[in-house]
């Protein structure tokens, strides 16, 4: 099952004789954000897992990072957070590999203020009853308290 990054049916495909130009200082925002509530997840009646969209939050609690093997024997590593959004609702998320090695040293080290996520990419999936995020390994990506609109209102 392949990931779908955004709602619509059309494919971008380049071939060997596309030309792509680098833009310099673009007039737009590079972080499109096509945000989710935590609490919309966690109410959804069927989870979509091929779709993948984005969530601001806080993190409220982590587990310990793991070493685990994927369904094709790769060694991965695995940690598992608790993030939390405005409105106080808790999931647990999934990070894999690389966002593993990335917020760790944000966890580990002493911070005057909350640390603050924007989970790029994630999708829902639902176990046993209980759903919670996770990464993708092609897509996702794990911005540390960065510095967008949309984090104001967890700085306050």
């Known amino acids: 099952m392949k990931s779908r990054t955004t709602r619509t049916d059309y494919v971008l495909t380049f071939s ?24 919309d997840i966690l109410r959804a009646d069927r989870i979509n897992e091929s779709e993948m969209f984005d969530v601001v939050a806080l993190v409220v609690g982590r587990g310990d990072p793991r070493e685990m093997q ?22 647990n ?42 990464s993708n390994f092609d897509v996702s990506k794990v911005h540390i308290n960065p510095d967008i609109s949309k984090v104001v209102a967890f700085r306050v």
């Open 16 to 39: 060997n004789r596309t030309v792509v130009t680098p833009v310099v200082n673009p007039p737009f925002s590079l972080v499109a954000l096509r945000l989710r509530s935590i609490g």
């Open 70 to 91: 994927s369904k094709t024997g790769k060694d991965l590593k695995r940690l598992g957070i608790v993030v939390e959004d405005l409105e106080q609702n808790r999931i």
């Open 93 to 134: 998320c999934a990070l894999f590999d690389g966002h593993v090695d990335g917020i760790l040293p944000h966890l580990d080290e002493p911070r005057d203020g909350p640390l603050i996520v924007v989970l790029h990419y994630f999708k829902a999936t639902r176990w046993n009853g209980k759903t919670s995020l996770q």
